[in-house]
C-alpha cells in the first residue's frame, strides 16, 4: 500500500471517528432534555420542539458534509465545461451577386443537401467568351466524329479487301504447294534414274578398263566409257541440286513466297501484305481521333460547368444542422472564395471539460463520465473520455484546438469526451433555437482512477 492511500485510509478514519463522536454528543443532550422535561406548561413544549429540530438539523449537516468529502476524495468535477461541435463554412465559388433561399438567420435549422442560396455572375464578357469557346468546341466535336465515322467506313472497305486478298493468297499458295510437291517427287524420280544410269556407266567403265588392258578393245572405245561415267556423275550431281532447289520452293510456297533470282512475295500475298499495313495505319488514326475526341468533350463538359457557374451557382449545406454565423448580406456583391455563411454540424457534437492539472494522473482515456447541463433543463447524459491534453484551457466552440492563454499555461487539462446524446437529442429541428446546444455550459464528473468509492465502503 502506497503513501497515498495510507493516508487517504488515516483520513477516512478520522472523519467517522468525529462523525461518531458528534453524533453521541448530540444523542446524550436530546437524551437528558427529554429526561428533565417538565409537561406542565406549553413553552416548555415549544422549547422541547426547536430543541429537537435542531438536533436533527445539525445530524443532517454533519452526514451531508461527511457525503460530501466522500464524494469530493472519489471523483473529479470539471472547473469548466461546455458542449463543441464542428463547423462546417461555405464560400462563393464564383464572383456575383448573393441571394438567399431561406431566412439565414442564427439558429436557422438547415437539411443536408437543402438550397441555401445562389450566386449570379455579373461578368457578361467573361459568359460571352465562355459561350463562344463552347460553340468553337461543339463544332471540333462534330467534326471529329464525322471524321471518324468516314475513318471507320474506310477501315470497314479495307477488311474486306483484305479478306478477299487473303483468299486469294490462300488459293495460290495451295496450287503453288501442289505444284511444288509434285515437281519434288518428279525430280526425286529422276533422281534415282541418273543414279542407276550412273552405276551402269561406273561397271561399263570398269569392264572396258580391264578389257583395253588385255588388248580386247581399243583404245577409243576405253576412253568413250570413261567419259560416259563421267558424265553420269554431273548429271546425278545435277540432280541432287536441282531436287534441293524444289525443296526450297516447296518451303517458299508454303510462305506464299517465291523464288525467281531472289526471293519475292508473290502478288496477291504481296496485296495482302499492303492491306495490312493500311488496315494498321487506319486504326491507328482512328485511336487517335477518339483520344482526341475524348479530350475535346472533357474541356467542352468543363466549359459547360464554368459556364453554369458563372451564370448561376446554386449552394447547397454538406451537414444537417444550424446556422451559426452569417458572413455575407443579401443582393451583395461578393468575390469567389468570399465566405458566405457557417453551419453548425449537428452530427458532430462532443464535450470539452477542464480539470486542475494535479488530478491528471488519476484520469484514462476511455473511462466513463457523467455530463450535466447547467442550463434550466439540467439534462445529464453518460459518455467517456476520447483524448486528453495537458496545457489547454479554453477552446472555442467550433474549433478543436486554440492557443491558451500564457496565465493559464500547465494549470488546466482539457479533455475531449464522446456524449452518449439521448433520442430527444437528435430532433434538431427542437433544437435549432439553442444551436443543437453547442456552446451550452456542463459539469462533467470523473471518477477517479485510483480512489474509487469502493475503498471507502470496505
Known amino acids: 500500500m502506497n503513501k497515498t492511500t495510507k493516508k487517504n485510509k488515516e483520513k477516512k478514519n478520522e472523519l467517522f471517528f ?31 420542539f426547536f430543541r429537537i429540530f435542531r438536533v436533527l438539523l445539525a445530524i443532517f449537516i454533519i452526514v451531508f458534509g461527511i457525503k460530501l468529502i466522500l464524494n469530493k476524495n472519489t471523483s473529479v468535477n470539471s472547473l469548466q465545461g461546455f458542449i463543441n461541435g464542428r463547423v462546417v463554412s461555405l464560400s462563393s ?21 437543402q438550397k ?14 465562355l459561350e ?4 468553337e468546341s461543339d463544332s471540333k466535336i462534330l467534326a471529329i466524329k464525322k471524321h471518324i465515322e468516314l475513318l471507320n467506313k474506310l477501315l470497314e472497305e479495307r477488311v474486306n479487301e483484305y479478306k478477299n486478298a487473303k483468299r486469294k493468297s490462300n488459293i495460290h499458295k495451295n496450287i503453288r504447294i501442289k505444284f511444288e510437291k509434285e515437281k519434288l517427287e518428279e525430280t526425286r524420280a529422276e533422281l534415282e534414274e541418273v543414279k542407276s544410269k550412273k552405276f551402269i556407266a561406273d561397271q561399263e567403265s570398269v569392264r572396258m578398263s580391264e578389257l583395253y ?17 563421267k558424265q553420269s556423275i554431273k548429271q546425278v550431281n545435277s540432280k541432287r541440286h536441282q531436287l534441293e532447289q524444289t525443296k526450297s520452293q516447296l518451303i517458299a510456297a508454303s510462305h506464299g513466297l517465291q523464288i525467281n533470282g531472289a526471293l519475292t512475295a508473290n502478288y496477291h500475298e504481296s ?17 487517335k481521333n477518339s483520344l482526341n475526341l475524348k479530350l475535346t468533350e472533357a474541356e467542352n463538359k468543363k466549359l459547360k460547368e464554368e459556364l453554369s457557374k458563372q451564370q448561376v451557382n446554386t449552394i447547397t449545406s454538406p451537414v ?11 443582393q451583395e456583391f461578393i468575390n469567389q472564395y468570399d465566405p458566405i455563411v457557417k453551419i453548425v454540424d449537428c452530427n458532430d457534437r462532443w464535450v470539452e471539460a477542464f480539470i486542475p492539472e494535479q488530478d491528471f494522473s488519476t484520469l484514462y482515456v476511455g473511462a466513463p463520465v457523467t455530463i450535466k447541463s447547467l ?13 486528453i491534453r495537458s496545457g489547454d484551457s479554453r477552446v472555442k466552440v467550433g474549433n478543436d484546438l486554440d492557443i491558451f492563454p500564457p496565465e493559464l499555461i500547465r494549470k488546466q487539462v482539457v479533455l475531449k469526451i464522446e456524449v452518449n446524446w439521448r433520442k430527444e437529442d437528435s430532433d434538431f429541428i427542437t433544437n435549432s433555437s439553442e444551436f443543437c446546444r453547442t456552446g451550452g455550459s456542463v459539469e462533467v464528473q470523473f471518477e477517479r482512477k485510483s480512489l474509487a468509492k469502493n475503498d471507502y465502503l470496505r
Do not use: C
Not at 462523525?19 to 422541547?48: G, I, M
Not at 444537417?320 to 443579401?330: A, I, L, Q
Open 271 to 287: 496485296q495482302k501484305k499492303m492491306i495490312e499495313k493500311e488496315l494498321l495505319e487506319l486504326k491507328q488514326e482512328i485511336s
Open 116 to 129: 441555401i442560396a445562389q450566386v449570379t455572375s455579373q461578368h457578361e464578357k467573361l459568359i460571352t467568351d
Open 18 to 48: 468525529s462523525f461518531h463522536e458528534k453524533l453521541f454528543e448530540l444523542y446524550d443532550k436530546t437524551y437528558y432534555a427529554l429526561k428533565n422535561f417538565q409537561f406542565d406548561s406549553q413553552v416548555q413544549s415549544k422549547t422541547l
Open 375 to 387: 442550463n434550466a433543463d439540467k439534462t445529464t447524459w453518460t459518455g467517456y473520455i476520447r483524448a
Open 132 to 135: 463562344i469557346k463552347i460553340h
Open 93 to 113: 465559388p464564383i464572383e456575383g451577386k448573393l441571394n438567399y433561399f431561406v431566412d439565414m438567420t442564427p439558429g436557422v435549422f438547415i437539411r443536408k443537401n
Open 213 to 229: 588392258k588385255d588388248g580386247f578393245v581399243s583404245q577409243a572405245d576405253y576412253e568413250e566409257a570413261i567419259e560416259k561415267a
Open 320 to 330: 444537417n444542422g444550424v446556422v451559426w454565423t452569417v458572413s455575407s448580406k443579401e
